[in-house]
């Protein structure tokens, strides 16, 4: 053959190259006619690739799409004469057969950014490298589907950017190869662009679509009344929205032990005894364990026999706790193409939170309607308001009691008309509301209100505030509001002022015998003794004499308790050694405690601006009750100290102690801690002995408390201001005691609650 033929022929040859490629270039740009107004991205690809693959004269076509959730390639389409697409079982086994870029012959597409061709079965296994055995299952699944013998080149998808994907041509005779791509790939890279456009778009469709199914579905449950109905109708608009033949809510026990069938609509027969039983637990095992949707086929009874259908279910989550679960039946592939997870997970998360809200607010009226019964079964008063002073609850009790519109001016106003007990009236921030609100607890808190007969009534309050919360950034405390209870002791007000009266009139009128007979008793014993006899005469004398001072301290008592109720008990102001006072209240109380030992230690000097009569009433009381209630062969420390403000006097014993939940009233009136009782055989007092004593330190503007000591017993403790020249006049001072000027507390000068 001479040259000019063999250049002839090659030009021939180039020509009907030329116009197959043109021929190819018209149908390609037929094909993408044809698809440009499909609108749904699995319908676009799989007429794509139908017509691709007739077009191009191969044999079968796969595509990988990129997934931004792996960062990987899946295997999502395929298609040759034999297989249209993937079957359901295969899709979902094979997009386990993902790559990474620069992996396999799609991952070295992508890498390279151009096409490249495997000459065969072998080379294209080769690319995919070492797999693991579950990976070479999956690519021995894959081959099946493949021709026989075939030469694959592969093109990427879209050429902006990172591809949307990449698409392989299989064919048994070399019609495509990497050369292909200078006529087929601007082709692909519009298809690719296509794809991308029509799933934004179908991706914005099935957002409004989501957006709309949950706007139902919110606007459904916001008017349902109760959890049945909205349960009911949760289901329904979740039905309609995914085209179910029918479905159910079963809801989780508290803990999530067992599933109870809540609300449903056309069950399956077997599939509603199934959920209706002790087996729901199996059946949703899976959902309510890892907590994530499933699509299950499952077999169906009905009167025409047998059938498969699909059970999807998807568990009802309420701040990561599974409240439920949803359940929906219908065709296996309906189900699978209708169902969108993420808006079916959204909506999902809606009824969940819903069922929870309604769980709580069902809980909280059946607790409030629990709390209103006892609070109308309690026979005092209750009353509450919130954290600003508004009364929210009041028993039928507390309306008895007083007047209904003055209970929310307890809290804020001193329009209440509430009195103290010596008539003056109350400050706003002393009304019960105001101080509990404050944080304070406090009890038998009495004053004089305005009673709902008209008529004035004494009512002893106690309060305390309601569940404390910090401020955020704040070293403030807030309170959710305060509680109040109340009961009427104007009766035992009138009876306590009776027996007050009773008492003071019977001490005055004992003082004058009990002085005399402790004067002949006083004479009887002091004539024994100069007779130097030790007979059973002055055994006798002796005992009458130590009773006779225990009477008259009793009525000394019972005068000053009368002197206080008329606010004429008065204390002489000067300075006071207290080392010298205790030093000498202490010798005198060793002759009358010989079966214990008194210790006694000043640490520095202490003078206090005092009454020493009366401090010395203090100290003995203190010592008295020391010894009585002590057992026998043990010890009781004294300490006198001082720092700039106070001098202080510590008494510490080996006693029983006093318990920590009496320590409040200890100081009260007539008041006795339950159990304690006195080691000796001397008779129990009248419980005013500590009263006093705090009613003497409260008028030396001090502080009385008690505590418990190193020794396991009580430890009594005073602090007195310290006298200071510059300050103090050495003359007397005379100060009257106010009753309702002085409470009994650490900080002194706070009001006294009685």
């Given at each position: 053959?001479?040259?000019?033929?063999?250049?002839?022929?090659?030009?021939?040859?180039?020509t009907?190259?030329?116009?197959?490629?043109?021929?190819?270039?018209?149908?390609?740009s037929?094909?993408?006619?044809?698809?440009?107004?499909?609108?749904d991205?699995?319908r676009?690809?799989?007429?794509a690739?139908?017509?691709l693959r007739?077009v191009?004269?191969?044999?079968?076509?796969?595509?990988?799409?990129y997934s931004p959730?792996?960062?990987?390639?899946?295997?999502?389409?395929?298609n040759?004469?034999?297989?249209?697409?993937?079957?359901?079982?295969?899709?979902?086994?094979l997009?386990a057969?993902q790559?990474?870029s620069?992996e396999?012959?799609?991952?070295?597409?992508?890498?390279?950014g151009?096409?490249?061709s495997a000459r065969?079965a072998d080379?294209?296994?080769?690319m995919?490298?070492?797999l693991?055995?579950?990976?070479?299952?999956l690519?021995?699944?894959w081959?099946?589907?493949?021709p026989?013998?075939?030469?694959?080149?592969?093109?990427t998808l879209?050429?902006n950017g990172?591809?949307s994907?990449?698409?392989?041509?299989?064919?048994?005779?070399?019609?495509?190869?990497?050369n292909?791509?200078v006529?087929?790939?601007?082709?692909?890279?519009?298809?690719?662009?296509?794809?991308?456009?029509v799933?934004?778009?179908?991706?914005?469709r099935?957002q409004?679509?989501?957006?709309?199914?949950?706007?139902?579905?919110?606007t459904?449950?916001?008017?349902?009344?109760d959890?049945?109905?909205l349960?009911?109708?949760?289901?329904?608009v979740?039905i309609?929205?995914?085209?179910?033949?029918?479905?159910?809510?079963?809801l989780a026990s508290?803990?999530?032990?067992?599933?109870?069938?809540?609300?449903?609509?056309?069950?399956?027969?077997?599939?509603?005894?199934?959920?209706?039983?002790?087996?729901?637990?199996?059946?949703?095992?899976?959902?309510?364990?890892?907590?994530?949707?499933?699509l299950?086929?499952?077999?169906?009874?009905?009167?025409?026999?047998?059938?498969?259908?699909?059970r999807?279910?998807?568990?009802?989550?309420a701040?990561?706790?599974?409240?439920?679960?949803?359940?929906?039946y219908?065709n296996?592939q309906?189900?699978?193409n209708?169902?969108?997870?993420?808006?079916?997970?959204s909506?999902g998360?809606?009824?969940?939170?819903?069922i929870?809200n309604?769980?709580?607010?069902?809980e909280?009226?059946?607790e409030?309607?629990?709390?209103?019964?006892?609070?109308?079964s309690?026979?005092?008063?209750?009353?509450?308001?919130?954290?600003?002073?508004?009364?929210?609850?009041?028993?039928?009790?507390?309306?008895?009691?007083?007047?209904?519109?003055?209970?929310p001016t307890?809290?804020?106003?001193?329009?209440?008309?509430?009195?103290?007990?010596?008539?003056t009236?109350?400050?706003?921030?002393m009304?019960p509301?105001?101080?509990?609100l404050?944080?304070?607890?406090?009890?038998?808190?009495?004053?004089?209100v305005?009673?709902?007969q008209?008529?004035d009534?004494v009512?002893?309050?106690?309060?305390?505030?309601l569940?404390?919360?910090?401020?955020?950034?704040?070293t403030?405390?807030?309170?959710?509001g305060?509680?109040?209870?109340?009961?009427d002791i104007?009766?035992?007000?009138?009876?306590?002022?009776?027996?007050?009266e009773?008492l003071?009139?019977?001490?005055?009128?004992?003082?004058?015998?009990l002085?005399?007979?402790k004067?002949?008793?006083?004479?009887?014993l002091?004539?024994?003794?100069?007779q130097?006899?030790?007979g059973r005469?002055l055994?006798?004398?002796?005992?009458l004499?130590?009773?006779v001072?225990?009477?008259?301290?009793?009525?000394?008592?019972?005068?000053?308790v009368?002197?206080?109720?008329?606010e004429?008990?008065?204390?002489?102001?000067?300075?006071?050694?207290?080392?010298?006072?205790l030093?000498?209240v202490?010798?005198?109380?060793?002759?009358?405690?010989?079966?214990?030992?008194?210790?006694?230690e000043?640490?520095?000097?202490?003078?206090?601006?005092?009454?020493?009569?009366?401090?010395?009433q203090?100290?003995t009381?203190?010592?008295?009750?020391?010894?009585?209630?002590?057992p026998q062969?043990t010890?009781?420390?004294v300490?006198?100290?001082?720092?700039e403000?106070?001098g202080?006097?510590?008494?510490d014993?080996q006693?029983?102690g006093?318990p920590?939940?009496?320590?409040?009233?200890?100081?009260?009136?007539?008041?006795?801690?339950?159990?304690?009782?006195r080691?000796?055989?001397?008779?129990?007092g009248?419980?005013?002995?500590?009263y006093?004593?705090?009613?003497?330190?409260?008028?030396?503007?001090?502080?009385?408390?008690?505590?418990?000591?190193?020794?396991?017993?009580?430890?009594f403790?005073i602090a007195?201001?310290?006298?200071?020249?510059?300050?103090h006049?050495?003359?007397?001072t005379?100060t009257?005691?106010?009753?309702?000027?002085?409470?009994?507390?650490?900080?002194?000068?706070?009001?006294?609650?009685?």
């Open positions: 053959m001479t040259e000019r033929s063999r250049q002839r022929g090659h030009q021939q040859l180039q009907m190259r030329s116009k197959r490629i043109q021929a190819r270039l018209l149908a390609l037929r094909v993408m006619n044809d698809i440009m107004n499909v609108d991205p699995a676009l690809i799989t007429a690739s139908a017509k007739q191009l004269a191969v044999d079968a076509i796969a595509v990988w799409f959730t792996s960062h990987r390639y899946l295997l999502s389409h395929f040759n004469a034999n297989h249209e697409d993937f079957s359901a079982d295969d899709r979902e086994a997009s057969l790559v990474r620069g396999a012959l799609a991952g070295r597409v992508v890498s390279e151009h096409a490249i065969n080379e294209y296994r080769s995919f490298g070492a693991g055995r579950r990976r070479e299952a690519f021995n699944r081959r099946a589907l493949l026989i013998s075939f030469q694959v080149t592969g093109f879209g050429g990172r591809p994907g990449v698409i392989e041509f299989f064919s048994s005779k070399p019609s495509i190869n990497a292909s791509a006529w087929l790939q601007p082709t692909l890279d519009q298809l690719g662009s296509l794809l991308q456009l799933r934004q778009q179908a991706d914005a099935s409004r679509r989501r957006l709309a199914a949950l706007d139902a579905v919110v459904a449950i916001s008017t349902s009344s959890l049945p109905d349960l009911n109708v949760a289901l329904l979740v309609e929205v995914v085209s179910a033949n029918g479905g159910a809510i079963c508290p803990g999530g032990r067992s599933m109870t069938l809540a609300a449903q609509h056309q069950l399956p027969q077997r599939e509603a005894l199934l959920l209706g039983s002790s087996q729901a637990n199996s059946v949703l095992e899976d959902v309510v364990y890892y907590g994530q949707p499933t299950r086929p499952v077999i169906s009874t009905s009167d025409q026999g047998e059938d498969i259908m699909g999807a279910a998807m568990p009802l989550l701040g990561g706790t599974i409240v439920g679960v949803l359940v929906l219908g296996y309906t189900l699978s209708n169902i969108d997870w993420p808006s079916l997970v909506m998360s809606q009824i969940g939170i819903a929870a309604t769980r709580l607010y069902e909280s009226q059946r409030r309607q629990r709390l209103g019964t006892v609070i109308e309690i026979a005092d008063g209750v009353a509450i308001c919130n954290g600003v002073g508004e009364l929210i609850l009041a028993n039928e009790t507390a309306a008895g009691l007083v007047e209904i519109s003055i209970l307890l809290a804020t106003t001193s329009e209440s008309g509430a009195r103290y007990l010596d008539g009236f109350v400050e706003t921030d009304l509301f105001a101080r509990a404050a944080g304070e607890v406090f009890r038998d808190y009495r004053l004089i305005p009673g709902s008209d008529q009534v009512l002893s309050f106690s309060g305390a505030p569940r404390r919360s910090v401020l955020i950034d704040s403030e405390t807030s309170f959710d305060a509680v109040i209870v109340f009961r104007t009766e035992q007000r009138r009876l306590e002022e009776a027996k007050d009773f003071a009139v019977a001490a005055h009128e004992l003082r004058s015998p002085a005399a007979i004067g002949y008793s006083d004479l009887l002091r004539r024994e003794l100069k130097a006899s030790e005469d055994r006798g004398f002796i005992t004499s130590q009773q001072n225990i009477m008259v301290q009793l009525v000394d008592n019972l005068l000053d009368s002197r206080i109720d008329a004429r008990y008065t204390i002489q102001l000067d300075a006071v050694d207290l080392g010298i006072l030093d000498s202490v010798t005198h109380a060793r002759q009358t405690a010989n079966n214990h030992t008194l210790h006694f000043q640490l520095n000097p202490s003078v206090v601006y005092g009454d020493s009569l009366k401090l010395r203090v100290a009381n203190f010592l008295t009750n020391a010894i009585r209630y002590s062969q010890q009781i420390w300490q006198v100290f001082s720092d403000q106070f202080y006097v510590q008494v014993d006693g029983p006093i920590q939940g009496q320590r409040e009233r200890l100081f009260e009136r007539y008041y006795r801690v339950p159990g304690i009782r080691t000796g055989a001397s008779t129990e009248l419980g005013l002995g500590l006093l004593c705090r009613e003497i330190i409260t008028l030396h503007n001090g502080r009385i408390w008690v505590d418990s000591a190193p020794s396991g017993g009580a430890r403790c007195i201001p310290r006298f200071i020249p510059e300050k006049e050495t003359n007397t005379q009257t005691l106010d009753l309702d000027a002085f409470l009994f507390s650490p900080q002194p000068g706070r009001r006294n609650d009685e």
